[in-house]
């Protein structure tokens, strides 16, 4: 192991190590523990999944079609948490034609890329309000114009109340980013550390995000406190990867940022 961290710059932490406060002292950062990373497989998110990304793929290889927001389905009351059938209903109401027809997602592909759905909280005049109606606040990530669009639904009519279009405003990243990131990284000249320490890890090559459980922060440029090609992070979404091998260690590679709306990697000098 002591040969791994001197020869790679991605540099192999042993996952029990990660435990010890110690070692986030040395490292000088906390890298995610076990209840973070799922050991099953997978991304670990804020957001969807990767068979939400090849549907979402699927409605944009239909130009022109918007599906019908769902049924109404099984329905909660007053500050109950949102129901699954409430949080496909919203998606469907809040994403509409021309919303569709002028984002982009991560992957470059026709329509924003949805961040997460969460309940609303009530307006001020309605806190003590039992019949007050129930929203939800639905948020996509434009990468076309780099923006936050965040739609609020009334769940009783079914409307769209509010649109807020934010620029600057990062919010967690979700699931499917991190695996964009990820392969991002994977492919790029300066994952060749990342891709180092896997192979020494498992004696196989990394090609896959799949191969990896992934956590994620976004990353916000400071001035002056990082190269040019990583300026505009916190306007454009950029993200740090921590990657683990499965049932294996974690991989440092805290000092690389994958700049999602440029799609390129740089690194931290």
């Known amino acids: 192991m002591r040969n791994i961290v001197h020869r790679h710059l991605g540099k192999v932490v042993a996952g029990a190590a990660i435990a010890v406060a110690g070692t986030a002292v040395m490292i000088g950062i906390t890298l995610p ?78 329509g ?24 939800a606040e639905v948020r996509f990530y434009d990468y076309k114009d780099d923006a936050l669009v965040t739609k609020t639904v009334n769940l009783d009519t079914g409307k769209v109340e509010q649109t807020d279009t934010q620029h600057g405003v990062q919010p967690p990243i979700s699931g499917d980013e991190m695996t964009e990131a990820a392969q991002l990284l994977i492919a790029d000249p300066l994952g060749a550390g990342l891709r180092a320490d896997y192979k020494d890890a498992t004696g196989k090559e990394l090609t896959s995000p799949d191969q990896l459980i992934l956590n994620s922060m976004v990353y916000r440029a400071a001035p002056g406190a990082q190269p040019a090609a990583l300026a505009d992070c916190g306007t454009h979404r950029c993200v740090r990867l921590f990657p683990k091998v499965k049932n294996g260690p974690w991989i440092d590679s805290r000092d690389l940022v994958i700049d999602l709306s440029a799609r390129k990697v740089g690194k931290l000098g």
């Open 112 to 135: 924003p890329q949805r961040i997460g759905v969460d309940l609303a909280e009530p307006a001020v005049d309605e806190l003590d309000d039992p019949n007050a109606p129930r929203r």
């Open 33 to 110: 523990g076990s209840a973070g990373a799922d050991d099953s497989g997978g991304a670990k998110g804020s957001g969807g999944t990767s068979q939400e990304a090849g549907q979402q793929g699927q409605a944009a290889a239909e130009p022109g079609v918007v599906e019908q927001a769902p049924a109404e389905g099984d329905k909660g009351k007053g500050r109950d948490p949102l129901t699954d059938d409430e949080t496909e209903r919203v998606e469907g109401i809040a994403l509409n034609r021309q919303l569709l027809n002028s984002a982009e997602n991560v992957e470059g592909d026709r």
